[in-house]
């Protein structure tokens, strides 16, 4: 892991300035830190506060930048606007991708900055992510998987480094949790926003402060993934859990027995979908 370190920094140094783009989760929150360490002034933290991001999101994004010490833009682009993002395609994660990077292209550009960092990692490489390909076209560069670090290896660094987003859960966007081809509307993510900050207080009154959990909406019904030791925790409250999600305006409420996994809407797809939409520039 030390080589990996200097890899990175190496990595970091070869440029004058940069651009990060910032999420205020672990990997992007470790980027940020060394960066500010490499590059010192020469840098800009950009966070887009989008429709699928929530407020909790884009305060911690707000709250790390400042404990870093950089400069931090918060810009507003309207994802939900794009039909190709918004019809909710495999392909969702490379329109938005795209439009992200364009928008932070452009801000780079205008501040004399010479490069874009995001923070994927070493483990993004194996999973379904049609957005690299637009990271890809675009020039973005990830030096945190160049330098071969993975989500362990970042964490324990962030831990290491006083960070305090290094125990936070990964906590991909909001349109994660709809299946592919169900549209997405600002109504939708707030529901899905709001049951899961209520099954994160349920659960948090075991004490289960960074539990890893999701609401997946399937046309009205509410799927929950918690990790299956959680389950029967979550069945002892399923009477006060059930009355708040139909309050919200869920008709059916389940519990996946199969508990927490990222990425479980990926599921349905055939791999050789999965290859196409991450590798074919003819979709």
Known sequence: MEEKIKQLEKILKKTENALVAFSGGVDSSYLLYKAKECLGENLLAVTAA?????EEEQETACRVAGEIGVEHLVVHPRILDKSEFANNQPSRC???KRELFCCFKEIAVRRNLAVVYDGANADDQEDFRPGKRAAEELKVQSPLQKAGLTKKEIRQLSKRAGLSVWDRPASPC??????????ITADKLQMVAAAEKSLRFFLQSRGDTGIDLRVRFHDGLARIEVPPE??????????????????????????????????????????KSKFRYNNNKNW
């Open 50 to 54: 989008l429709e699928v991001h929530t």
């Open 174 to 183: 909001l349109a994660t949790r709809f299946p592919y081809g169900e549209k």
């Open 230 to 271: 959680k389950i029967p925790d979550l069945i002892e409250k399923k009477e006060a859990v059930s009355a708040c999600f139909r309050e919200l305006g869920f008709a059916y409420i389940t519990l996946d027995l199969q508990g927490f996994r990222s990425g479980s809407m990926n599921e349905t797809l055939p791999e």
């Open 94 to 96: 490379y329109h938005c």
